[in-house]
């Protein structure tokens, strides 16, 4: 980059800290003793943060929900794999590729709290929940089990094998509000039936950030017979929880979302015992079914998003998990307390600790959703995006750790205007 563009642009971003991971570990230092929840209200501290992003100041950004913007620390080093792979070109693919994106699966494996011989790298959500939705030995007759605000290409994926092998799919509708978490597992156990043969339950509902009770789920379907698919596509490295202590027979997630890693990342858990069962969806030739190995073939992609899941994770564990979280949590319920209230105002998200973090989403009666978006980016400079099906009619607004108080005040003055015109 050059330096006057550099300079210009970092002013703008309100730049006064160092960059790079030596002076963000020194920052998380020098509030080693500062508890999480203490430090997500020190908008000063999160400032520096803020620094080691490099931010469009033409519009609030709340969609980070899709893609969390890189900070600087993993872009430059994302880059830099770019330059070297292709320095070495055939050469490093044929050598240390497949190496190296077994470390890589590694290092996620530990952060995720399951096997190494458990997880792959695939590249994205979607290809790690496909893979199991299409790949079981489904029979006519066969039940599968999801919700209806479940992400929509897992929906498709089960609607094609329901039509190509005759399986009955049952929907449920997860309540906005519920009132205990007996009361969704109770909505996922009145499905079951003993047909069914896999459930699928999202660990964070991307449309409402509705954090779901999987733990409790799985005990219960596992009761039953039951397999569960869990989608963590908004849930890893944005909440504290290890999969193991799940025990879900399969996790599938984006890494381009919370963990921040370059656009086209993500990776599939399978509990060991399933592994043999599972059918890839492109054709591998190992032939050790008790390999997850089997399961990874894409043919040729870019393996520099690989090697930047490691300064990814270098840049979160930096942070912190439970600082990560306590942050995203913080900035979720500063808005939404300011403005639960109001009138025409829906939140259409439990803001419960245990029930949401970062993520919430907002209606106003009497404005469509579309309109919503639209007039918060014409009127306000706020981007977000609208969701307006299932049981759920508003914006998802989605900040991220380098989202300040003065973007939510911005956000909050905007609901106050609209609602109560
Ligand atoms: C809940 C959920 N599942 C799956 C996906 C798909 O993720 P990807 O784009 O990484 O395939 C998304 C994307 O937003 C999502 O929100």
Not at 366 to 371: F, H, L, M, N
Request: hydrophobic share 40%; charged share 20%; aromatic share 8%.
């Amino acid at each position: 980059m050059k330096k006057r563009t550099f300079i210009k642009t970092a002013a703008l971003s309100g730049i006064g800290a160092s960059i790079g991971m030596d002076a963000l570990a020194a920052l998380f230092d020098s509030k080693k003793n500062v508890s999480a929840e203490i430090l997500a209200a020190d908008d000063v501290f999160w400032k520096k943060i803020r620094s080691q992003y490099l931010l469009k100041t033409d519009y609030i950004n709340f969609e980070n929900g899709y893609y969390n913007i890189i900070p600087q620390p993993t872009l430059e080093k994302y880059i830099q794999h770019i330059r070297d792979i292709n320095l070495h070109g055939a050469y490093y693919m044929r050598t240390v590729q497949a190496e190296n994106k077994n470390r890589m699966a590694a290092k996620l494996a530990e952060v995720a709290g399951c096997g190494s011989d458990e997880l792959v790298i695939t590249r994205n959500a979607t290809e790690a929940l496909d893979i199991i939705i299409a790949g079981q030995d489904w029979k006519a007759g066969d039940e599968a089990v999801m919700a209806i605000q479940d992400y929509g290409s897992m929906l498709d994926m089960f609607q094609q094998v329901a039509n190509r092998y005759g399986v009955v799919l049952k929907k449920v509708s997860v309540p906005n509000h519920p009132k205990s978490d007996e009361e969704i597992v109770s909505l996922y156990e009145n499905a079951l039936t003993p047909k069914t043969k896999l459930m699928m339950v999202s660990h964070m509902i991307n449309i409402t950030g509705h954090i779901l009770p999987i733990k409790k789920i799985c005990a219960m379907a596992h009761r039953k017979g039951v397999k569960v698919l869990v989608d963590g596509a908004h849930a890893f490295a944005h909440i504290q929880y290890k999969i193991k202590d799940l025990d879900c027979d399969y996790y599938g997630t984006s890494l381009h979302k919370w963990m921040s890693v370059p656009l086209g990342s993500g990776f599939l858990y399978v509990k060991k015992e399933n592994v043999a069962t599972v059918w890839p969806l492109i054709g591998d030739g190992n032939g050790d079914l008790s390999n997850i190995l089997r399961l990874n073939h894409t043919g040729t992609h870019p393996p520099a998003t690989d090697l930047a899941i490691e300064d990814a994770i270098d840049f979160y564990n930096t942070m912190g998990a439970e600082k990560k979280e306590a942050r995203m949590r913080y900035l979720q319920q500063y808005w939404t307390s300011r403005v639960k209230d109001l009138p025409n105002i829906m939140i259409n998200t439990p803001t419960e600790n245990n029930r949401s973090c970062g993520i919430a989403n907002v209606g106003i009666k009497g404005i469509t959703p579309s309109a919503l978006e639209k007039r918060l980016l014409k009127e306000h400079k706020i981007y977000t995006v609208a969701i307006d099906y299932a049981n759920v009619q508003g914006c998802r607004i989605t900040p991220n750790v380098f989202t300040s108080i003065e973007d939510l005040d911005v956000f909050v003055g905007a609901l106050k205007i609209m609602a109560t015109a």
